[in-house]
């Protein structure tokens, strides 16, 4: 067992930083921290969390400056010295303390277009190839912890792109949509214009956070960029346009 210093994040939007030692024990992730913490010395400490095991992803906060998930963040994995910063997720609006706004995300998953198969197609009678099961499998490992959101520097250092990037959680759920065979709907025009795919760069960061491991770069935004790209390129799809033939 051994005190540590924390920073936790305390307020609203023009809180600040509070200090706090708080014991901890061998093995302990930082959500541990933050529950002795409530109840020891700060009971009304906001912080979100419900599973304690990786798979709900409600307690995404910022740890010394990288989006995390708190329960699974060791505390063996800072020094012993290391003070632990402990602040909401940058890229929401903060409520209180560890505790912000996500409802962004879910508006932005509400504009995207349905699953949209072939009505002639009779239930249980199409086949998927399994490299398209294992596709759309990867992607539903996603807990939307929003960390990938959070770390992404079109909108962690650029504010004012906000309203115009939905991040990658739900540009994977378009090129999802996209890229599943029995779906009939183009998506590419939304992905572009109303979600903002052109602003990635594909710097691969939300992949590096991603709690799931999913391949969120190479298997769904670069793909859907070729998808866009082929579609603004092709010169048949260019004359249909002009023409007024999607
Ligand atoms: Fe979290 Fe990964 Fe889903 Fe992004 S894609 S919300 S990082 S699980
Ligand atoms: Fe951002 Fe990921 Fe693209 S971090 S720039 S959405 S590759
Ligand atoms: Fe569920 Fe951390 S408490 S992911």
New binding site residues.
């Given amino acids: 067992m051994s005190e540590r210093l924390f920073r936790v994040w305390r307020g609203g939007a023009d809180g600040g930083l509070s200090e706090y030692r708080v014991e901890v024990n061998e093995g302990e992730v930082v959500l541990d921290a933050l529950h002795r913490l409530q109840a020891t010395q700060a009971p009304d400490l906001a912080v979100r969390w419900n599973c304690k095991a990786g798979k709900c992803g409600s307690c995404s906060m910022e740890i010394n400056g990288m989006p995390r998930l708190s329960c699974m963040t060791r505390m063996s994995v800072f020094a012993e010295d290391e003070t632990v910063t402990v602040t909401p997720l940058r890229t929401f609006p903060v409520i209180r303390d560890l505790v912000c706004d996500v409802s962004f995300n879910y508006d932005k998953a509400r504009e995207i277009p349905s699953f949209t198969p072939d009505p002639a197609t009779e239930p249980g009678d199409f086949r998927m190839a399994q490299v398209d099961v294992e596709r759309s499998q990867e992607f539903r490992k996603c807990i939307e912890c929003f960390l990938?959101n959070s770390?992404?520097?079109?909108i962690r250092d650029h504010e004012e792109n906000q309203p115009h990037f939905s991040?990658?959680r739900y540009?994977m759920r378009v090129a999802e949509l996209e890229m599943h065979p029995e779906d009939t709907a183009d998506r590419r025009a939304i992905a572009q214009d109303e979600f903002g795919l052109g602003y990635?760069?594909?710097?691969?960061?939300?992949?590096e956070v991603c709690p799931e491991g999913i391949h969120?770069?190479d298997n769904a935004?670069i793909p859907m960029k070729e998808r866009v790209a082929d579609r603004r390129y092709d010169p048949l799809v260019w004359l249909g346009s002009k023409i007024g033939v999607r």
Avoid at 151 to 154: I, Q, S
Wanted: charged fraction near 5%; glycine fraction near 6%; include cysteine.
């Fill in positions: 990938c770390v992404c520097h079109v991040g990658p540009l990635c760069n594909i710097t691969k960061c939300c992949t969120i770069t935004l």
